[in-house]
């Protein structure tokens, strides 16, 4: 077996990095900080593991052409062109809660050094002085933290605030009203959030929202002299913006850990502001966070070497591994369906849609549609498949899938069904796993068979007359082509018909076409599994 090569390019715990180490299967190669040897690893890497310091670029997955995974030690991915990623179905995970409590920690150390101004007091201290009427703080009690994001991070930090007895408003659009109310916090729009609190913490990922979303407009939202902390990503705010609020006492304070440049220059205006508290992104900076950043992520490139599998992925919503095993053999007729399915269609594919009949659990609904899509796609696209890019290749096609439960099937405690939609109409293929746990097709659209998926197949339809089955049994065989199975089905006798004739040799384009000019034979499809 080759060895999974794995590199690294960003300083990483080397105590969580051990396991690796240590894994005959596995060939860890170092590299932080040098470009040289990344040029030269790059090509032949199975897993890029990286901090946040790496930026994982269009230009060097280009020249990734092993690249299946790429971990990230931290949370944010926005060091990662993740679209890139997943159109080349690479996966990219990270580790999402791993840092969560220093992170928070961190966003409360600078929101009480703020609070009482340790770091200019102690500043003063080391210069000789003695200021106690200068460095006059406020409480925190009976004061209101607003949060920007109410994930991992700002609902930690919302349990600290309701300890120091402060009152917590939040805005975050993907939180409901009643989670929040759980918690104990109020949710309000942005406006309002910033209007009501006399503290503002930033916890939201860096997207096209949420980008400068503190500027010299929502600067003007802030209650007068409120203090603002940012422990998230620096391109939330409009940093020279901020620097004029605080220049002009609009805020009194301000706490940052991340920034628009990284590092931060060393002449940036922001260095000389008295009223703003700088720590150059130290949010996961904790012995704590990096073993466990580190860990979590040799344990998936363990379970990703061992299982194939990407423990959080980030872009593969909802995969878990152990889901994903549970629903073994359907995973695998499901993307059969897809397969079969997506050759015996006649004009271009505009739309897959999966029902799935009886006792289907919500969460495996989703990895079975995208494995019924990935097959469908692989009929059609040359590209390196995979459940993680099927769905963004369909997209990109203009390819709709859709998914929807369904009453259960009359024989089949569960039955998934697809349709594939075509410009030209639309084909169906019904399929379930059977008592021997293989992959079974039980319909052709709406006409029962009982046919077992693989290999060589010929699928014709047919009206139902006598004579029909020997004939094309003749012909096949006319033509040196063996017949393994064949299975047949109908709607009524002397009615529509479908015939699925496993084979052992390819059929000649000459007995395609003969199957097709047979009187009776409706159409040939030659389906390879
Ligand atoms: P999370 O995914 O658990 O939470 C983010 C929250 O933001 C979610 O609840 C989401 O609904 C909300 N959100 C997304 N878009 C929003 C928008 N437009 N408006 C309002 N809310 C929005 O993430 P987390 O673990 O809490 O981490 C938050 C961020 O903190 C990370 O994305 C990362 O960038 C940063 N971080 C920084 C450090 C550091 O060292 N300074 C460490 C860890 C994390
Ligand atoms: C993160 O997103 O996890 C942080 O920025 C921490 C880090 O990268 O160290």
């Not at 009482?116 to 009427?133: L, Q």
């Not at 010929?458 to 006598?466: A, F, G, H, Y």
Request: net charge neutral; with cysteine; charged share 25%.
């Amino acid at each position: 077996m080759p060895k999974l090569r794995v590199l690294v390019t960003d300083k990483i715990d080397p105590a969580g990095l051990e396991p690796l180490k240590h894994d005959a299967g596995i060939e860890l190669r170092m590299a932080v900080g040098d470009k040289a040897k990344w040029a030269e690893f790059i090509p032949s890497t199975h897993v890029w593991l990286v901090r946040s310091e790496t930026k994982v670029t269009e230009e060097w997955l280009d020249k990734a052409k092993a690249l299946r995974l790429i971990g990230r030690a931290g949370v944010g991915v926005d060091n990662i062109d993740v679209s890139g990623a997943s159109r080349r179905g690479i996966a990219v995970i990270n580790a999402p809660a791993a840092n969560t409590i220093s992170a928070c920690e961190h966003s409360w150390a600078l929101l009480l050094c703020l609070a009482r101004r340790v770091a200019a007091a102690d500043a003063s201290m080391r210069g000789g002085g003695w200021e106690r009427g200068k460095f006059m703080g406020v409480e925190l009690a009976g004061k209101t933290l607003g949060l920007v994001g109410l994930g991992r991070i700002g609902r930690e930090s919302a349990k600290r605030a309701l300890a120091f007895g402060m009152k917590v408003v939040a805005y975050d659009p993907y939180i409901s009203a009643r989670q929040a109310e759980g918690l104990g916090i109020e949710l309000a729009e942005f406006k309002a959030v910033l209007a009501a609190s006399d503290f503002v913490s930033l916890h939201v990922p860096l997207t096209e929202k949420t980008k400068r979303m503190i500027d010299a407009k929502s600067l003007e939202w802030f209650k007068p002299g409120a203090r603002l902390i940012n422990c998230a990503r620096g391109e939330l705010i409009d940093e020279a913006a901020l620097a004029e609020a605080l220049k002009s006492g609009r805020l009194a304070g301000a706490a940052l850990d991340v920034f628009e440049a990284e590092p931060l220059p060393a002449d940036s205006p922001l260095r000389g502001l008295p009223n703003l508290l700088l720590t150059p992104h130290l949010g996961a900076s904790t012995t704590e966070a990096q073993l466990k950043v580190a860990s979590e992520l040799s344990q998936s490139v363990l379970e990703f070497s061992a299982r194939g599998v990407a423990r959080n992925a980030i872009n593969l919503p909802g995969f878990d591994p152990d889901l994903l095993e549970a629903m073994g053999p359907w995973l695998g007729l499901a993307e059969t369906l897809g397969r079969f399915l997506g050759q015996t269609l006649d004009g271009g594919l505009k739309a897959v849609r999966c029902r799935f009949h009886g006792e289907f659990p919500t969460p495996q609904r989703h990895p079975l549609a995208v494995a019924v899509l990935k097959g469908a796609l692989s009929t059609i696209l040359e590209s390196t498949l995979s459940y993680i890019n099927a769905p963004i290749l369909a997209l990109e096609r203009g390819i709709e899938h859709s998914e929807a439960a369904a009453p259960a099937s009359e024989g089949f405690p569960r039955l998934l069904e697809v349709t594939a939609v075509t410009d030209k109409g639309e084909r169906s293929v019904s399929g379930a796993v059977g008592a021997d746990g293989g992959p079974k097709l039980v319909r052709l659209d709406n006409l029962l068979v009982d046919v077992t998926p693989r290999g060589k197949m010929l699928v014709l339809s047919n009206e139902d007359r006598p004579g029909m089955i020997g004939a094309v049994g003749t012909l096949l065989g006319r033509h040196k082509v063996n017949i393994a199975d064949m299975r047949v089905g109908r709607r009524a006798p002397h009615g529509e018909a479908v015939m699925v004739i496993t084979v052992d040799e390819d059929p000649s384009p000459e007995l395609q076409g003969e199957l097709k000019r047979f009187e009776g034979i409706r159409t040939v499809r030659w389906v390879v599994l």
